[in-house]
């Protein structure tokens, strides 16, 4: 149920937050898609992979999450101790509402040899179903540390595991989910805005659908393109992602130029995600004087869940080697 926001007016948001977070010992995790003034306030901005690691490694009480309700299931996954909020408990994800868990399970009893490689946004149920998580920072490494003749599920979201397909050659069944954001981007469209900025690099998510990705000069996790765009040397910058991202871009590296890419009315606007939107200061700061909305796990469920998360964790951070997990390291859950 979105939360409904009450008459704030002549409060200082701001200051408020700040108070509140100082008395609750919390910390403020924000992921680069969410408004400039969240962003602003946070005590860490980061792609998914960055900001799991964070929740498990924080020593706050509370971690406000201004993200989607699949980031702050991690986070509570991870760090069970803490008391997690999100600021709009509706703040969901087309990709995870495309792969319901009744369904993942038949797929993986339909293909029993198969180990399950799953992207970060989905249910905790689905995690608790699957044998790794992945984010789009870590896929490609996680990716390499599987024996070659291992054969793949990978669910949910069928443009980046059609892009890790095609990048490492390996074969995988694909569930057919999509993020209805990156899926906006109009190839007509970015075509026309790069022969009027032909010097401008594109830079894209691998959430994005081919004939997207195949213009990019730089494919990777939100994380990735912000390093991307402040280290090129050009001086404008074609950003195929969630156009909140450019907040940042525009702090780190004020005298370059970013241009959202486009959707098919020719603008950026429809490439907001609706799920990040409806984080705002007034629900953050209803949210921390509350402690409410807030995530709760059951432990049978959550300790499933922490498995294949763990796994994403060591294999991201390199501490398995490469051929080092095999199926039967895998405990099958079909
Ligand atoms: P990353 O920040 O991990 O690249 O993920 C993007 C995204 O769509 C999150 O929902
Ligand atoms: Fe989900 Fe796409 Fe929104 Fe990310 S941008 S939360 S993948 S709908």
Excluded at 159 to 168: E, I, Q
Aim: with cysteine.
């Amino acid at each position: 149920m979105t939360v409904q926001t009450e008459n704030l007016s002549g409060l200082d948001l701001r200051a408020e937050i700040d108070r509140l977070r100082k008395d609750r010992n919390a910390i403020i995790l924000a992921h680069y898609y969410q408004k400039p003034e969240i962003q602003d306030i946070a005590d860490f901005v980061g792609d998914s992979l960055e900001l799991s690691r964070k929740a498990a490694e924080t020593d706050a009480e509370v971690i406000a999450f201004c993200g989607v309700k699949f980031m702050a299931e991690t986070a509570k996954i991870l760090s069970p101790q803490k008391t997690v909020v999100l600021p709009d408990l509706d703040a969901g994800c087309s990709l995870e509402d495309s792969c319901p868990p009744d369904k993942f399970k038949a797929f993986r009893e339909a293909n029993p040899d198969h180990i399950a490689l799953t992207y970060i946004n989905c249910s905790t149920e689905v995690k608790a179903l699957s044998d790794i998580i992945v984010t789009s920072s870590s896929a490609e490494k996680i990716l390499s540390q599987i024996p070659e003749d291992q054969p793949i599920i990978f669910s949910p979201d069928k443009h980046l595991g059609g892009y890790l397909a095609r990048k490492t050659g390996r074969d995988m069944l694909l569930w057919p989910g999509v993020c209805i954001v990156h899926e906006k981007f109009s190839e007509t469209e970015l075509i026309k805005l790069k022969a009027e900025y032909p010097d401008a690099p594109i830079a894209a998510h691998p959430e994005c659908p081919a004939h997207i990705v195949e213009h990019a000069d730089h494919v990777g996790s939100t994380s990735s393109i912000l390093k991307f765009a402040k280290e090129t040397p050009a001086d404008t910058v074609i950003i195929a992602t969630e156009p909140h991202i450019i907040h940042q871009m525009e702090k780190a590296v004020p005298e370059k130029t970013f241009i959202g890419a486009p959707g098919a009315d020719g603008n950026c606007n429809c490439n907001i995600c609706p799920y990040m939107a409806l984080n705002t200061m007034e629900k953050l700061y209803m949210a921390l004087r509350d402690l409410e909305p807030r995530i709760e796990i059951e432990e049978e469920l959550r300790l499933e869940a922490k498995k294949s998360l763990d796994r994403m964790m060591e294999m991201s951070s390199g501490t398995v080697g490469q051929g080092d997990l095999g199926p039967k390291d895998l405990a099958h859950k079909g």
